[in-house]
């Protein structure tokens, strides 16, 4: 099992920067490739962004891709997503979401491929 903690979300002016942790506590997150999904209001999950399990590769949504950075820190066991340049429509509750020790490789894009998540995190982007 693992758990997962999602932190850093906020209100922001378009434009504006900010950073989301997410924490892992009982397994290592090198044993998961993990991700990053959002919902809107009225709309459903979309995937935003993933990490494969060896920590090299990377996957970002087209809408996000220049502007959103996902990284994942070993000793600190924690998954993070810099966003730059926020813009009104990435106004969301953010998830961050973890595979099971089982599967390998990765990056990952469907949110049925993965089987833990946080609870999530608010993020409003201002005009």
């Known amino acids: 099992q693992v758990q997962l903690v999602e932190s850093g979300g906020g209100l922001v002016q378009a434009g504006g920067s900010l950073r989301l942790s997410c924490a892992a506590s009982?397994?290592?997150?090198?044993?998961?490739?993990t991700g990053w999904f959002r919902q809107a209001p009225g709309k459903e999950r979309e995937f935003v962004a993933a990490?494969?399990?060896?920590?090299?590769?990377?996957a970002y949504a087209d809408s996000v891709k220049g502007r959103l950075t996902i990284s994942r820190d070993r000793a600190k066991n924690t998954m993070y997503l810099q966003m730059n340049n926020l813009k009104p429509e990435d106004t969301a509750v953010y998830y961050c979401?973890?595979?099971?020790?089982?599967?390998?490789?990765?990056?990952?894009?469907?949110?049925?491929?993965?089987?833990?998540w946080g609870q999530g995190t608010q993020v409003t982007v201002s005009s």
């Open positions: 990490i494969s399990r060896s920590g090299i590769n990377t």
């Open positions: 009982g397994r290592a997150f090198s044993t998961s490739a």
């Open positions: 979401a973890a595979t099971s020790s089982s599967v390998f490789g990765g990056p990952y894009t469907l949110s049925h491929e993965y089987d833990y």
